[in-house]
């Protein structure tokens, strides 16, 4: 990674200028800004769960990697004008239950935010997704911290033994992560950017209302991974959320009143 990497969002402008640009994300959601629109389409996901390959621990987060080589795992409805890919799953979380998500709602920060990374493939490649202002599309998802966790959970929290430490990988298959979602798909949605460098603005954001249900153990088993390599001193893997950016003149629409 590059040298300056571990310097926090507030430097990133110096090597990616666009960080300080008018679509960064994350923001605050908050009712008074949010604009109901009866002409939003409900969403839906499909997802193959033989799409599942690996997780991995890549020094920032925990991923799962899809195989989005064709239309196999796919987001579409909602905002979007066509399918979406699948291609990665990865968390944002705290170092303690009382914060961790990206965005925040009305002043409420979640204990953790799961972002599902989705590319439009009338672009070649997601690289050059990356580059167009409808390239992809993002369900974010808070994680909200309870007594009674939702199982669906587990079955990512068990592998995290086996990545503990920043390039570690292992497989993961026969997944479908719409386990993960919560009953409802009210949503928000807004045009933003990617929360870590290079900030490209290329990021339909569907923001769902209804949290999923974690336990503060774990959250805890999140927070045990670790940012550094194997035999490197332990560097805990936490509180990897980007602080809120303005707003400036962006509609956030409601598809429930
Ligand atoms: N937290 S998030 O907004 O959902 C987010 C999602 C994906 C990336 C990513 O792919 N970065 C690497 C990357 C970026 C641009 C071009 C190629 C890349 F590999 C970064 C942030
Ligand atoms: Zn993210």
Same mark, same amino acid.
């Given at each position: /990674?590059?040298?300056?990497?571990? =310097?926090?969002?507030?430097?990133? &402008?110096? %090597? @990616?200028?666009? !960080?300080?640009? *008018? ?87 979640? /204990?953790?935010?799961?972002?599902? =990374?989705?590319?439009?493939?009338? &672009?070649? %490649? @997601?690289?050059? !997704?990356?580059? *167009? ?108 959320? *980007? ?15």
């Amino acid at each position: /990674a590059p040298h300056w990497s571990h =310097l926090g969002p507030d430097h990133w &402008y110096k %090597n @990616y200028p666009i !960080a300080k640009g *008018r679509r960064q994300s994350p923001i605050e959601i908050n009712n008074k800004d949010v604009h109901y629109d009866r002409s939003l389409l409900p969403w839906f996901a499909s997802y193959d769960p033989g799409a599942a390959k690996t997780i991995l621990n890549n020094g920032k987060t925990c991923r799962v990697v899809f195989d989005d080589s064709f239309d196999r795992s796919v987001l579409r409805g909602g905002p979007l004008p066509g399918v979406y890919r699948l291609r990665q799953l990865h968390f944002h979380w705290g170092s303690s239950d009382d914060h961790g998500s990206e965005h925040v709602v009305n002043g409420v920060r979640y /204990a953790g935010e799961l972002h599902l =990374l989705h590319w439009n493939p009338k &672009y070649s %490649n @997601y690289l050059d !997704a990356v580059r *167009r202002a409808d390239g992809i599309a993002v369900l974010a998802i808070f994680l909200q911290v309870r007594k009674t966790p939702k199982p669906e959970m587990k079955r990512i929290l068990e592998e995290i033994n086996a990545i503990k430490t920043k390039g570690k990988e292992a497989p993961f298959t026969n997944f479908d992560p719409s386990i993960l979602f919560p009953k409802s798909h009210d949503y928000w949605t807004y045009h933003g950017s990617f929360t870590t460098p290079p900030c490209e603005e290329c990021i339909t954001w569907i923001v769902l209302r209804e949290p999923i249900i974690v336990s503060s153990d774990q959250m805890a088993k999140l927070r045990s991974l670790s940012k550094n390599a194997e035999n490197e001193p332990v560097l805990p893997l936490v509180d990897n959320w *980007r602080p809120t950016q303005p707003r400036y003149f962006r509609m956030v629409s409601a598809s429930f009143l």
